[in-house]
């Protein structure tokens, strides 16, 4: 391939920033890298997948990628500009007829990528929170494609699934055993999923998304976590369903070793997305998210002695093999103010667990924000009728996560016994262990954490000290069988999740 453009464009922005400007390079793209400008130009490549042959469609797709990422990053992607000159002496806009585009670009270090935040232990619960929100928002905003488009069928899903396992074999990734292995649960999978995916369908699940979310296409950029580089020169890789595009960032992160962050991180998403039934078809986007990474890696240099890069494929068989900790339900008791959403968030992670908070669920079903106060929008949902539609709610995503094979913690204060039981026999009806998380704390703690937490405004809950008092007034305690049940939990000193995780797990308490 001709490479004089690309040196060319080189030498000329050495001249005019008076610096050393760095080369990288993708299968399909160069990226000329300034101290504080990134150029990126279209390789004139006519692959199976792509078509950048002409100058016309490579001005094309580089407008399709500034369109594309500025919903996600529009401060990253600025503009794109004509290349005018000629290949031996180019030059980056004026006037004349265009020899090739660039998509211009701010620059930022390549330490603020996600993947390399991981290892140097400076991601933050924080940013990753704020990140997820973030792209619950863009997804809900999200274009949605029409069930008659294709996109998002079960057709197209089994096939992109044995495509990439047919390359994997082609580049001789992974021994045969496991390949065979692999095909043989994807193909179980698409008569499994098959309803499911079309249902996905249906509901408007397949939507214009970011289509290539690892951990390399984040970065902490102006104090947030930030996508880019997202897919723009194939639809089809695209527009898929939202759970698709959340479960390739929820792979990468179990893939380096962060299993408690990937849950954080679909924690946050649920909570804003409400997303509960597209567990079910989280596992099998996983595993194909794997082994599309798989594909990557064996495009580039093989792994040698010491190489920390992860193991996609293993990633795959562990995802592939196993649940993340099998079904069991957990609900919580416990005053406002007991710390069982705080205890509740640390659990998950440690647990791999799907989290169901009443004070979210409650607020969604009004259309409310996490974070919004319903009194100051006028909005009663606190009466008798809402408190039943909440649980509805509550056990109709506790069903979907338990089918789907998950840990499950109901976060809620669970003191009348009818809601308790009314759990416990969803546990019953699905075969799968039950606990409570019984929280506890002195009425001066619980007094002065609600204060605290409604002065803050920084939390689902709206419990006020009124609620509190009344709540203490008048609560049904756990009864004996619940009490076999209960893992007991005071929160007025440090609490060892480990422990805690270690005694669910332990239980096997089926109702």
Known sequence: MDTTLVCALREALQRETGQPVALVETHISWVLLTQTMAFKL??????????????????????????????????????????CGTSDSPRIGGAGVPIDHVV???????????????????????????????????HGAAERATPTSGFGSPDLIARAATDVLATLQSQGQGDEAHLAALGTWVQEQNQALRMAWIARQQSGAVRECHGDLHAANVALVDGALTPFDCIEF?????????????????????????GDL????????????????GLQVL??????????????????????????????????????????GGAR????????????????????????????????????????????????L????????????????????????????????????????????????????????????????????????????????ADASEARLEVLERQLEGHDPLEADERAAAIEVSTEEGVDIELVEARWCASTVLR
């Not at 759990?423 to 929280?439: G, M, S």
């Open 42 to 83: 279209k390789k004139p490549v006519h692959l199976p997948f792509v078509d950048f042959s002409s100058v016309e469609a490579r001005r094309h797709f580089c407008q399709e990628e500034l369109r594309l990422n500025r919903r996600f990053a529009p401060a990253l992607y600025l503009d794109v500009a004509p290349v």
């Open 104 to 138: 211009r670009m701010r620059r930022f270090p390549e330490s603020s990528l996600l993947r390399d935040l991981l290892p140097a232990g400076r991601l933050e619960y924080g940013l990753l929170d704020g990140f997820a929100q973030r792209l619950a928002a863009l």
């Open 329 to 376: 339900l957990m609900i919580t008791h416990g005053f406002s103010g007991s710390g069982k959403s705080s205890i509740a968030s640390q659990l998950l992670c440690a647990a791999g667990a799907i989290r169901l908070r009443s004070d979210v669920e409650r607020k969604r079903l009004y259309g409310l924000d996490p974070l919004a106060r319903s009194a100051a």
């Open 234 to 258: 194939d639809p089809a890789l695209r527009w898929i369903d939202i759970m698709n595009d959340v479960a390739f960032l929820s792979m990468d992160l179990k893939a380096h070793g962060r």
């Open 262 to 277: 990937a849950f954080r991180f679909l924690d946050a998403w649920l909570q804003h997305s409400g997303d509960y039934p």
């Open 378 to 457: 006028g909005v009663d949902i606190y009466g008798a009728e809402a408190t039943r539609r909440t649980f509805d709610r509550l056990r109709a995503c506790a069903r979907d996560a338990l089918l789907a094979g998950y840990p499950v913690i109901v976060d809620a204060a669970f003191l009348r016994v009818a809601g308790r039981r009314s759990f416990e026999a969803l546990a019953t009806e699905l075969r799968v262990p039950f606990a409570i998380l019984d929280c506890s704390a002195s009425p001066a703690t619980l007094r002065r954490r609600v204060v605290a937490r409604d002065a803050a405004r």
């Open 283 to 324: 596992r099998f986007y996983e595993v194909y998210r794997a082994l599309v990474r798989a594909v990557a890696s064996g495009l580039g240099p093989g792994r040698a002695d010491g190489d920390t890069r992860p193991d996609y494929m293993a990633c795959a068989m562990r995802l592939a093999a196993q649940p993340e």
